[in-house]
């Protein structure tokens, strides 16, 4: 689909007669060519399926289609309105680690620090993911880089926790504090057995008894991210997972403002 087709000339094939396709089944499809059909056609860009999901929230978080999130956002689907009232489309393309879409989201004008319910933001949710290129996409659209989580907490120290190099080192280079705190966080994670750690998580929320699985997926920045799961015949039960970077954390921490 090519730069005009996304403007959205919506007067331009419009049938006054036809009515409103569904929107939603086009946005499931990920069809790209079947959403403009439908949204010159008259359906309404902010349309909600019957739980209150917004398409866009859909096409941003369950589907990560950057290009459908355009063509709403050109029709006029509300960047912050909030799914279902309480989630917002950048919030969930940050947690799932939706570069692209985060970036059409705030060139849309999303607020990078808007918080959903329970005060969680685009910069929590990225940060404890350890997907580092939102966090620098936010970063870069205005995000304060010390703005705390809903539990308080520097997104420094949260991404020191994580493992995540990279997250430091972007935070680091748009002047977030709490480098004291992040560098005792990265310390303590050193001497720990990360798989061991989140096994012991996972059995205090959902019990012991279960199989446990635990997969090292090696990371584009050098590190790997231990991923540990509870299994009970083929269904999972719970999972977890964390990066293993706190070594780099700790020496980036230690070496002042050269990042």
Known sequence: MNETD??????????????PADLLTAVYESDDDAVVRQLRAG???????????????????LLGEPGI???????????????????????????????EVVRALLAA?????????????AMT???????????????????DPDLPGPTGEPPL?????????????????????????????ARRWLVRDVAAELRASLERLHGPGHE??????????????????LRSGDRTVAGDDLQTGHAEIVALLEGGTDV
């Open 6 to 19: 996304e403007t959205l000339d919506m007067e331009d094939g419009h049938d006054e007669h036809e009515p």
């Open 69 to 99: 999130v355009r063509l709403l956002l050109a029709a006029g689907a509300r960047p912050d309105r909030l799914s279902s009232g309480t989630d917002s489309p950048l919030c969930g393309a940050a947690c799932t680690g939706r570069t």
């Open 43 to 61: 359906a309404d860009p902010e349309t909600a399926d019957e739980d209150g999901q917004t398409v866009l929230y859909l096409a941003a978080t």
């Open 212 to 229: 446990v699985t635990v997969r090292r997926v090696p990371e584009e920045d050098g590190g790997t991210t231990v991923v540990v799961e």
């Open 157 to 185: 120290v949260a991404a020191a926790r994580r493992g995540s190099p990279s997250c430091v080192r972007a935070l680091l280079e748009h002047g977030a504090r709490a480098r004291a705190e992040a560098l005792a966080e």
């Open 109 to 121: 004008g999303a607020a990078p620090d808007l918080a959903e319910e329970g005060g969680f933001t």
């Open 125 to 143: 949710w990225a940060v404890r993911g350890g997907h580092a290129g939102v966090v620098a996409a936010l970063l870069t659209a205005g995000a």
